[in-house]
């Protein structure tokens, strides 16, 4: 609560009993860290509300999107009640009124910021929330050059969305997708039980590589075409299932990869390779550049730790690593330097 020191306690802002109707566009935005929207009502918004923001969350509201006093069409406009956008981002113990999807275009109590370049946070979730005559959810299939649609999942934390506590709604995403996904076709959208995180490629070298396009390659053979994040060459941002392996096929690979796995729980993980050809190279973990991991004798001892060790295939010019998040952490970091 003191702004000149860094490691005071938080300030939570609250906006309390904020009303908003009939605006063609959204009732509410919000933007910052730390904010909290309670007991609002929102009616007859072409989007309720959409938080681009961080640990910022709607509480104890209620929004409508078509109510009796509205006297004029939404058109074709895809009418939603709260967008989830960057994160982490959430709605707890919201009532949606009246989000009835029709020949002319779908509407949800839940969907995605549109047309999204940017990464999003896979925690970004929803609690106890209520329905009357709403179509839950409704996400558009992902452009092919915005990796933000691409990415875009949340968590249904007690199951008042998917009937699942802890399932995550996932967009039309091949690579996000496993068996145990089931398709909603009122949501365009799938209901999904595994672990998610986001995965992060960039460069630690001192001017800009264009990394992108890039395609990610899963253990399976399902890919995922990758444009850049937010519109750049120079990073990827992807969720990603974890438990899983991926093959990076990145335009260049970073002269200093740095690659991330965050929004993740203590034991999630990704193994992940790409093209890499000079045996001789520096890596750390977790920012910790004091104690480099050694490598690994093969792919398997790889697998088989906990992301301290690092596996080159010379044979194929190829870069393991496997990114595991410690206890008492949400994320892992593995940075290469090379010697």
């Known amino acids: 609560m003191d702004p000149t020191n860094g490691s005071s306690a938080i300030s939570v802002t609250a906006f309390d009993h904020y009303t908003a109707y009939k605006n063609r566009g959204r009732g509410a935005w919000m933007r910052g860290a730390n904010l909290r929207l309670t007991h609002a009502l929102l009616a007859d918004n072409d989007i309720g509300a959409t938080f ?3 640990e910022t969350f709607l509480q104890d509201a209620v929004i409508i999107g078509e109510s009796g006093n509205n006297a004029t069409t939404l058109g074709t406009y895809p009418i ?9 981002v959430g709605a707890e113990r919201v009532q949606f009124v009246n989000f009835a999807s029709n020949a002319t275009r779908p509407a949800s109590a ?3 910021n549109r047309n999204n370049a940017f990464s999003i946070n896979t925690q970004n979730f929803t609690d106890n929330a209520t329905f009357q005559n709403a179509n839950h959810v409704y996400l558009e299939d992902p452009h ?3 990796d933000g649609d691409k990415a875009a999942v949340f968590l249904d934390a007690d199951g008042s969305v998917t009937g699942s506590s802890g399932a ?3 967009t039309n995403m091949p690579i996000l997708l496993d068996n145990g996904c089931t398709s909603r076709v009122e949501w365009n ?3 999904c039980h595994g672990a998610y995180g986001l995965f992060s490629l960039n460069t630690g070298a001192s001017t800009a590589e ?5 395609v990610i390659v899963r253990d399976d053979n399902v890919s995922g075409n990758m444009a850049g994040s937010g519109g750049s060459l120079t990073s990827i941002n992807m969720s990603l299932l974890s438990g899983r392996r991926y093959t990076l096929q990145p335009a260049l690979v970073p002269s200093k990869p740095r690659l991330y796995w965050r929004d993740a729980s203590p034991g999630d993980n990704a193994r992940v390779g790409f093209p890499w050809s000079n045996p001789s190279v520096k890596v750390w973990r977790d920012y910790d550049s004091n104690h480099p991991l050694a490598a690994a004798a093969s792919l398997p001892d790889l ?4 992301g301290n060790v690092y596996f080159f295939d010379a044979a194929h010019a190829m870069m393991y690593v496997k990114l595991q998040v410690q206890t008492g952490k949400n994320y892992s970091t593995i940075f290469i330097d090379p010697m």
């Open 52 to 54: 681009a923001a961080n």
């Open 210 to 214: 264009n990394i992108a396009p890039m």
């Open 303 to 306: 697998d088989a730790s906990t």
């Open 110 to 112: 839940y969907g995605y």
């Open 144 to 146: 092919a050059d915005k």
């Open 189 to 191: 959208a799938y209901v």
């Open 168 to 170: 995550h709604v996932v």
């Open 80 to 88: 939603r009640g709260y967008e989830f956008y960057d994160g982490r």
